[in-house]
């Protein structure tokens, strides 16, 4: 199994360009969730997903979008790119009856200019 | 909105030194998890704790639950270079929750440091 695998690794946006993170897993988890980290910050959810066609926001999803057509993907679209949105994103999946225990992906670091 | 502190926020100590690092909080976890991330990469779960009092050992790593499921520790024993790391704790609202119940609080970590 690969696990969680996100892409790209690194991507540079100008301000109010938009782009989507790829996010997959091949483990068969129904629980897939999007995160934020930030120094000092720690590590905040943006959307979540408990099962393909449901979603649901997390603690900061303004500025962004998710959907969830099938089990394996959970892609986070940037609709509008701002400064404020510099970040290393993570994407992580659980499996089913253990909800809480996250399996991370290596990450994606953005960069707005 | 429950938060989890934990501390120290930075580590540096030698090989060979034993450390504990603390996650607390004035909520109650129905489980609490501990991730470690190293540089470029994504956290790895470490250790799930349910049952408060609950003591897991993980090689030289021992993890405790408190009696009351708000807080949590993380001993290390002998510390070696390969434990560098950012230590993460996460906390899952009780089961009695309602809206955000499936939100997980994170720590904003402790940074170790083991110095050859």
């Known amino acids: 199994n690969a696990g969680v695998t996100q892409t790209p690794k690194f991507q540079v946006l100008k301000t109010g360009q938009s782009m989507t993170l790829q996010c997959a897993q091949d483990?068969?988890?129904?629980?897939m969730s999007w995160y934020r980290q930030d120094p000092g910050m720690g590590l905040r959810l943006i959307h979540y997903?408990?099962?393909?066609?449901?979603?649901d926001q997390g603690e900061v999803p303004n500025g962004y979008n998710v959907s969830r057509s099938t089990t394996e993907d959970f892609p986070l679209r940037l609709l509008s790119a701002a400064p404020s949105q510099t970040s290393v994103y993570f994407c992580?999946?659980?499996?089913?009856?253990?909800?809480?225990?996250?399996?991370f992906g290596p990450g994606t670091r953005l960069t707005v200019t | 909105t429950q938060l989890l502190e934990q501390s120290p926020q930075f580590l540096s100590i030698q090989e060979g030194e034993n450390l504990t690092v603390y996650c607390n909080s004035s909520?109650?976890?129905?489980?609490l998890q501990w991730y470690r991330q190293e540089p470029g990469e994504g956290p790895v779960l470490l250790v799930t704790?349910?049952?408060?009092?609950e003591v897991k050992k993980l090689k030289r790593l021992t993890f405790q639950f408190g009696d009351a499921r708000k807080d949590s520790s993380l001993h290390i024993t002998a510390a070696q270079p390969g434990d560098t790391g950012l230590y993460l704790c996460?906390?899952?609202?009780?089961?009695?929750?309602?809206?955000?119940?499936?939100?997980?609080?994170f720590g904003k970590g402790t940074k170790l440091s083991v110095i050859p």
């Open positions: 704790v349910v049952t408060g009092g």
């Open positions: 997903s408990v099962g393909a066609g449901i979603t």
């Open positions: 996460a906390g899952a609202p009780p089961a009695y929750s309602g809206a955000g119940s499936y939100q997980l609080t």
């Open positions: 909520s109650v976890f129905s489980s």
């Open positions: 992580a999946s659980s499996p089913p009856g253990a909800r809480y225990e996250q399996y």
């Open positions: 483990m068969n988890h129904e629980y």
